[in-house]
């Protein structure tokens, strides 16, 4: 059976986000008085929420307290700084426009915070997507299945009419618990040897090899 829909990750898969995070994190570090970090350190510690990026982040042995305030001026900070050097990777336009053209619904689900994800999809996808959903209290994150059964809950539909697409091996566990087809993108966060340990199956190195995985799928 054709797919019916297509469930994106974000960060690393339709944007490339990790300069805004690498800056937003050092910002919070920083105002803190704490060591700042590589930009492939934080690469290596996105995916997994904006909490467990801090407890990478922060010196070992750092107080939960100045965790949490570290945090927090990370959460605002970012939300003023999120599109500043953020840009969708190439051909991602056009593989949302083959894909709706051919009458698949799209829809976003993400580790990170839901008011950014909300913030960025109305301005740089505006209308794109039929259902979004980012971190929340009170919904367990990925790789729990629970985002995407929300958003499957939404649009009227099981597993097994959708194909999940992202970029780590957070994204790999998330489809797997989800018992859903995955496509894993290899211009992300992570590597090929990454995401071949992960369990990743079916990759692709561009958008157009996307949209011929999922378009020709019967």
């Known amino acids: 059976m054709p797919y019916q829909a297509v469930v994106f990750d974000l960060d690393g898969t339709l944007l490339y986000t990790l300069e805004d995070l690498y800056l937003a994190t050092n910002h919070a570090l ?18 997994n929420g904006y ?25 605002s900070y970012y939300l003023e700084h999120d599109e500043d050097h953020t840009a969708p990777y190439p051909g991602i336009r056009e593989l949302l426009s083959r894909l709706a053209a051919e009458g698949l619904a799209m829809a976003v689900v ?25 971190e929340r209290e009170g919904v367990r994150r990925k790789p729990a299945p629970d985002t995407v059964h929300a958003v499957l809950h939404q649009l009227g539909l099981t597993p097994a009419d959708i194909v999940y697409v ?7 566990a998330t489809a797997a618990n989800v018992g859903c087809d995955c496509i894993a993108v290899t211009w992300g966060y ?29």
């Open 30 to 47: 920083e105002a803190m008085g704490l060591p700042a970090r590589s930009r492939e350190e934080v690469r290596s510690y996105v995916g």
């Open 166 to 172: 992202g970029d780590s091996e957070v994204d790999v």
């Open 190 to 218: 992570r590597s090929v040897a990454q995401l071949r340990e992960a369990g990743a199956t079916t990759l692709a190195d561009d958008c157009d090899e996307v949209a011929d995985l999922i378009l020709h799928k019967h």
């Open 110 to 134: 993400s580790n990170k915070g839901d008011a950014a994800v909300r913030d960025l999809m109305d301005s740089v996808f505006p209308g794109a997507f039929a259902a979004v959903a980012g």
């Open 51 to 75: 909490r467990q990026l801090f407890r990478l982040a922060v010196p070992q042995g750092t107080s939960d307290e100045v965790q949490e305030q570290a945090l927090a001026i990370f959460n």
